[in-house]
């Protein structure tokens, strides 16, 4: 347990670590991991479960009817359920998608594996995340569970950040490289 705490920390650190415990102990880490990525991905294209997670206004006993018709609609593992509402009466829902991460820092430590943050300017497919994922695997020595994500200003090219180390090869990094050069040139 001290690794884990370790590896997160703050309020969403703490509460994930006690999820993490418990689902551990009930084997279903990868149902609740399965859920929480359902409701990260639910808070950002619902705006109904988006307000009731992050509004401040919403009375906490109606947290907690919503994130229990939630986890009954979304057919939630029992354990997540519970968790949403421990959440919602202690007023820390506005936590979820925090908990999730560290949550998920937690499960790829426990599997061995290494998380990489990759930012590119377009979606990658499955088979370009399937090479990337092997090439930074032979880098690392170790598994690697990429979080992907798109910033259009990119141009083209990645950005991959791996612990501490980070490789940037995006156009618009060279751009502003070659921007900075030529200033001095003059």
């Avoid at 029992?78 to 509402?85: D, E, W």
Wanted: hydrophobic share 50%.
């Amino acid at each position: 347990m001290a690794s884990q705490q370790a590896i997160v920390s703050g309020i969403a650190g703490r509460y994930a670590v006690a999820l993490f415990d418990l689902a551990a102990d009930g084997k279903v880490l990868d149902s609740v991991e399965s859920d929480l990525i359902r409701l990260v991905a639910l808070s950002t294209e619902s705006e109904e479960f988006s307000t009731l997670v992050e509004s401040p206004i919403i009375a906490r006993s109606e947290q907690v009817k919503a994130v229990a018709a939630v986890t009954k609609a979304a057919e939630l593992n029992a354990l997540t359920g519970k968790f949403l509402g421990v959440l919602a009466v202690n007023g820390r829902l506005n936590a979820l998608v925090s908990i999730a991460g560290a949550f998920a820092t937690l499960l790829s430590d426990h599997r061995g594996e290494v998380t990489a943050d990759v930012v590119s300017s377009t979606e990658l497919s499955d088979n370009q995340l399937g090479d990337l994922k092997s090439q930074l695997k032979k880098a690392v020595g170790r598994d690697v569970a990429i979080e992907a994500s798109v910033d259009a200003t990119l141009i083209g090219g990645l950005v991959v950040k791996v612990g501490s180390r980070m490789v940037d090869t995006s156009i618009k990094t060279k751009l502003d490289n070659l921007a900075i050069a030529m200033k001095g040139v003059q």
